[in-house]
């Protein structure tokens, strides 16, 4: 980014202030929304080639499985079983259905139990409306408009629904999906199988809470790495404490084990910043 966009940037930001003063929770509500979209962009930062924007996923999207060990995978997060419904269920038993599961959307199953498609409360929306109003597109109605009124006209589920499904696999990483759902706009992904088949679904607050930790996760994983990296007798030595993802590491170890300490904990996710208080033997 240049000076200029720098310059912008911070213009609408300021432009975008509100014009009152922030609730008591607004502070914390916006440090887990930094710590989000963080996470995604270092998602977005691996399958991006420098000096490339990241591209939309396709219309089907099915990320494969992640290879590297002791990461967050969907299948860790990932709701069992899913709710489903079937491509000849009518509109009105669809309708029923997303009350009853208090949820925007559903993945359509065909009888095989494949995703082929996912229904909304948007679809459902311009079908009432189309019967409630018979709205009908003008003659140089926009392509948009004459297709969701096309679909608008349907009965059933594959009639109304959106295909093909942006879908997940179990084994994609926890930082993928949310990169995923975050470009799709997606509140919640359906999980499938090799073969498309459905089993299970992942929302956006089970991807959140586990990219993002609180102050008391991040301690337990630096104090795994004070004992890891500290001889017995250094460990009681060192005090750690953490502040909105900043830790602060004070007492007295040897020069070469407190170079490895601060470089382990600065590599742990969710550190925003390493106070280094420790002194040498």
Sequence with gaps: ???????????????????R???????????????????????????????RQPSPPPAKTSLEPATSSGTPLVRDVMDVPAASLHDDLPYREIARLLARE??????????????????????LLAKVAFEASGRRPGPVGRLRERRLHDKARGETAADLMTSPAI????????????????????????????????????????????????DAGIQAEVEDRIRAVCAPGDRTSVTVTVHDGIVALSGRLPVATKARLVAETEAIADVVEVKNLLTAV
Excluded: C
């Design 102 to 123: 208090h949820i925007g959307a559903l993945p359509v199953v065909d009888a095989q139990d494949r995703v082929v498609g996912v229904v909304s409360e948007s679809d």
């Design 1 to 19: 980014m240049n000076q200029h966009e720098n310059f912008s940037t911070g213009a609408d930001a300021r432009r975008s202030l509100p014009s």
């Design 21 to 51: 003063s922030w609730s008591p929770r607004e502070d914390a509500r916006q440090d887990i929304l930094v710590r989000y979209l963080g996470a995604v962009a270092a998602a977005a930062a691996e399958h991006t080639e420098p000096g």
């Design 167 to 214: 879908t997940v696999l179990p084994g994609a990483t926890v930082a993928e999906a949310a990169w995923l759902a975050a470009l799709s706009r997606l509140k919640r992904i359906p999980v499938t199988d090799h073969e498309g088949r459905l089993v299970g679904a992942v929302g956006r607050d089970a991807l959140l809470q586990t990219l993002i930790r609180d």
